[in-house]
């Protein structure tokens, strides 16, 4: 039985080494040229092997080649596709004074300024030479009469010496922009003003995307024509075609926080409405062979059209890859296993973008199929009813458990939480959400009746209402969630190898599987005591580094006291971003809340004496002259301060404006006094 699975599943076993050499690539460095002579050597050596030495005895041989052969073809790909690897790069070329850039996506409007992404298609030097080269951007320009005029196919001229590298996080444990946008093989940006760029004729655009693009247009104006409600058309956006840049943060979040975050991410639930519905319409097509075969096609092509709609986000295309390759095996008379179709989906993708493989939800969408497919048949089996309604609500349930089970451990490792009432929460939203995609999809369909479409529109949007606040009355509810949860990347994968060895061990019922589950459950339980252990030692004082503002912690042991201006406290989302997780790192479970003010403050921390400063001069006696640390964090006449003062140390604060910040430090090096301006490199830290 276990030799006839592998056989039936062999695209499983070459996607495992795969996918390990596209991690080491990922997380080891690797050499290019190495790594492919390596791959090049293994697979001949393979294909040797198949051919002249075909007897059993070397299986084994031929097995170990294989595998070598696609581990060492993992790591060549990601190199080969890593941009900064190729010859032609724009930042290979010194002598570029100018790029010529095509804007190959629909711009996002922020609240400041306009974030387009861009291809480098030549750069021009002094001379006005044009060369081709290549090269990802990401653009941010600020938002005036002439930005709002950009769009999709746009070619620009722009200054190369504008363009930076995308900068490393500034505090610690701080979203890891700089590795997001590596994944999408963008490493450099540039923020523009409208005379920095020079908008040209020409237009160079794809006719396929233009049309995908002009068709969300017109989805996005037919929702908000007849939803007449910005909240809720963004949330109907990302139900129909996967578009959430409109969503209001708090939404998210409730959704986030309950365990429904999935339904606003267009995935394989969309896809396998769109499947659905198309065999139902078309199911007079199977009369006959030929006409069958038609449907088939007109199938996949309306799911790659659909999948185009959504921008071909990671989740739906596992989706429609899976279906794609489950149609064709129906068209050819072949018997499909779902976890071989779900491995060929897996490697197709990773073959297009190896990055894919970094991608959330591409993670959390194969592993809530592989959880749905492998364990939801023995979740259900746990409850028996005779009644039709109870059956088709324990289905959902038992889907949800399954899909949670081989989930959790990324939500804990992303999300830093756990939604407690995630069976409820699902079973409303569910089917709710299905309604309400089902009534934009006729909606769309007679968006030219308009009595029609006020009328769905009406019924979208008090659909949309009702799921809203349905999600943020189960938010509320006590203990609806735990979050501040954080584990490492090592521990998420010993939480999944201890649930893939205790599954084992309640369907096998082999003491093994349970043995080596407490040994991973031990491996896990040790790295948190380790972390715990150093968080309790934990003395120190962090500046973080967050423009314009000033927010400076000092943590002893599991508590920490916090001074932070009142509009960064107030701003949620920036609190989020910046400090949050690092708060959750430290592991602080009691946080006193300062806030900034004109006085001058002056602390004693681990017998360090430390001022802060106010407005204007502060009254001080001899005792108080000499200062460990002086954090400045407003305008300051730092030449008369010093002359009351001698600080050991001097912190420059980020809220500090730039040119107010040049003149201290060029004071300070003068007085040959040590100091640190936070808004110059990475958050201040200090052990006490």
């Not at 894919?356 to 089996?381: C, D, H, K, T």
Request: charge should be positive; include cysteine; hydrophobic fraction near 50%.
């Amino acid at each position: 039985m276990y030799q006839s699975f592998w056989h039936q599943v062999p695209f499983v076993r070459f996607l495992l080494p795969f996918v390990l050499g596209i991690s080491t690539s990922i997380f080891l460095p690797c050499t290019f040229s190495i790594s492919f002579v390596g791959f090049g050597i293994s697979f001949v050596g393979f294909i040797l092997v198949y051919i002249f030495l075909k007897r059993f005895k070397y299986a084994v041989l031929n097995g170990f080649l294989l595998t070598l052969t696609l581990y060492l073809f993992g790591i060549s790909l990601n190199l080969y596709q890593n941009e900064l690897f190729k010859n032609n790069h724009f930042s290979n070329h010194i002598s570029a004074k100018y790029l010529i850039i095509n804007i190959d996506e629909p711009a996002v409007e922020k609240a400041k300024s306009f974030k387009l992404h861009a291809k480098v298609l030549a750069f021009m030097d002094s001379l006005q030479t044009q060369q081709i080269c290549t090269g990802n951007l990401m653009l941010y320009v600020a938002k005036d009469s002439i930005s709002k005029q950009l769009k999709y196919g746009d070619v620009l001229i722009i200054k190369n010496n504008l363009i930076r590298d995308v900068p490393a996080p500034h505090n610690p444990d701080e979203f890891n922009y700089k590795r997001y946008l590596q994944f999408h093989n963008i490493h450099f940006q540039a923020y523009l003003r409208s005379d920095d760029f020079i908008k040209t004729d020409l237009q160079n655009t794809n006719f396929l995307f233009n049309w995908v693009y002009d068709v969300q247009k017109y989805f996005k104006q037919t929702l908000s024509k007849n939803i007449a409600s910005a909240s809720e058309t963004g949330v109907a956006q990302a139900l129909l075609y996967g578009y959430d840049d409109e969503i209001d943060p708090d939404v998210v979040q409730a959704y986030s926080n309950t365990g429904t975050l999935h339904v606003l991410a267009v995935s394989g639930m969309h896809v396998g409405l769109i499947f659905m519905i198309l065999g139902w319409m078309l199911k007079f097509m199977d009369k006959s062979k030929r006409t069958k075969l038609f449907k088939h096609i007109i199938i996949i092509i309306s799911l790659w059209i659909y999948s185009l709609l959504c921008g071909l986000s990671p989740s739906i295309l596992r989706a429609t890859v899976m279906f794609t390759f489950i149609i064709l095996g129906q068209m050819v008379n072949r018997p499909t296993n779902v976890y071989n179709t779900l491995a060929i989906s897996a490697f197709t993708l990773l073959c297009v973008d190896t990055n894919m493989i970094a991608n959330v939800g591409f993670q959390l969408s194969y592993m809530a199929v592989v959880g749905i497919v492998f364990l939801q048949p023995y979740v259900y089996e746990w409850f028996e009813t005779e009644s039709w309604l109870m059956n088709e609500i324990w289905k959902i349930t038992s889907v949800s458990i399954a899909a949670q089970l081989t989930t959790f451990p990324l939500g804990l490792l992303y999300f830093h939480q756990f939604p407690n009432y995630f069976l409820f929460s699902n079973l409303i939203i569910i089917p709710l959400t299905t309604i309400i995609i089902y009534i934009g999809i006729v909606l769309i369909v007679f968006s030219k009746i308009p009595i029609i479409a006020m009328l769905l529109g009406k019924l979208m949007y008090w659909g949309i209402l009702l799921t809203n606040a349905i999600v943020k009355y189960v938010e509320q509810m006590p203990f609806s969630y735990v979050n501040g949860i954080h584990i490492s990347i090592m521990q998420t994968i010993f939480i999944f190898a201890l649930l893939a060895f205790f599954i084992a061990y309640f369907l096998l019922r082999r003491s093994i599987y349970f043995k080596l589950g407490l040994m991973m459950s031990c491996c896990f339980f040790g790295l948190q005591a380790a972390q715990s252990f150093e968080n309790y030692a934990q003395h120190k004082i962090i500046v973080y580094n967050i423009s314009s503002h000033t927010s400076i912690n000092f943590i002893n042991k599991n508590n920490s006291i916090l001074i932070i201006d009142s509009m960064l406290w107030n701003d949620k989302n920036k609190v989020r971003f910046h400090m949050q997780q690092h708060f959750w790192h430290s592991g602080i479970v009691q946080q006193q809340i300062v806030f900034t003010d004109t006085i001058w403050k002056q602390l004693l921390v681990q017998n360090k004496k430390i001022f802060l400063s106010g407005n204007g001069l502060p009254v001080l006696s001899n005792q108080d002259s000499l200062v460990d640390i002086l954090i400045i964090k407003n305008k300051v006449k730092l030449k008369d301060l010093l002359a009351q003062i001698y600080p050991k140390q001097v912190i420059i604060t980020s809220s500090v404006k730039p040119y107010m910040a040049k003149a201290m430090k060029d004071l300070l090096n003068e007085k040959k006094i040590p100091y640190t301006c936070v808004g110059d490199s990475i958050a201040f830290q200090l052990s006490l």
